[in-house]
């Protein structure tokens, strides 16, 4: 092997070594999780599993919940949740992260 064949590895070596992984540049605490404003568009739409699971995606978010009048939930705040508020006929009526 040359060494302009050796130094051409080498320098492709080091330059792949590095470009970053995608999704480890910034720590877990900085990195965005749900964003609930980019789903907006189900709100006045019927609930149904289909549309939380279109609206997660949305968002971002790795899990969703939907929130009914009267309900219980848990009152843990997860930043990577969409809740999905609906009214007593099923309508979203909000979306919000936590």
Known sequence: MSLRVIH???VLLIA???IPAEGLTQ???ERQAC??????AVVGQPYSPDLAE?????AGARE???VEPGGAYTTDLN?????IEVDRAGIVTG????
């Open 8 to 10: 051409c590895l080498v």
């Open 16 to 18: 792949v070594t590095l």
């Open 27 to 29: 720590p877990a605490s």
């Open 35 to 40: 964003a609930a404003g980019e789903a907006q």
């Open 54 to 58: 279109r609206a997660r995606r949305t």
């Open 64 to 66: 969703v919940q939907k």
């Open 79 to 83: 930043a990577d949740r969409l809740n």
């Open 95 to 98: 979306l919000r992260c936590g």
